[in-house]
């Protein structure tokens, strides 16, 4: 079991910047691939960014690569999510999630977290 709590959103002007951090308990976090998945309002959840258990394989979604960065940590069991030259379209809740291998699939992963709500301004 992987329990994943994310933090860090909140309400930013275009072209600001937001971190986000996805914290996992367990002692198994190096065992799973994370991801970041994002949902607007009345829009289907989308893939946003995954990276390997090791942190060697890192993907991207193309509306945000050269403005997002996906990295993890596993000696403090933490992901993370820099996001840079936030745009309005990138306002959603965004989720945390873990599956045993990176994929942009949000059906393949096991575990979620609750969400933290990001929010964009123009």
């Known amino acids: 079991q992987v329990q994943l709590v994310e933090s860090g959103g909140g309400l930013v002007q275009a072209g600001g910047s937001l971190r986000l951090s996805c914290a996992a308990s367990g002692r198994t976090f190096s065992s799973y691939a994370m991801g970041w998945f994002r949902q607007a309002p009345g829009k289907e959840r989308e893939f946003v960014a995954a990276?390997?258990?090791?942190?060697?394989?890192?993907y991207y979604t193309d509306s945000v690569k050269g403005r997002f960065t996906m990295s993890r940590d596993n000696a403090k069991n933490t992901v993370y999510l820099q996001m840079n030259r936030l745009k309005p379209e990138d306002t959603a809740v965004y989720y945390c999630?873990?599956?045993?291998?990176?994929?942009?699939?949000?059906?393949?992963?096991?575990?979620w977290g609750q969400g933290t709500q990001v929010t964009v301004s123009s």
């Open positions: 990276i390997s258990r090791t942190g060697g394989g890192i």
């Open positions: 999630a873990a599956n045993p291998g990176p994929t942009v699939v949000a059906e393949a992963y096991d575990y």
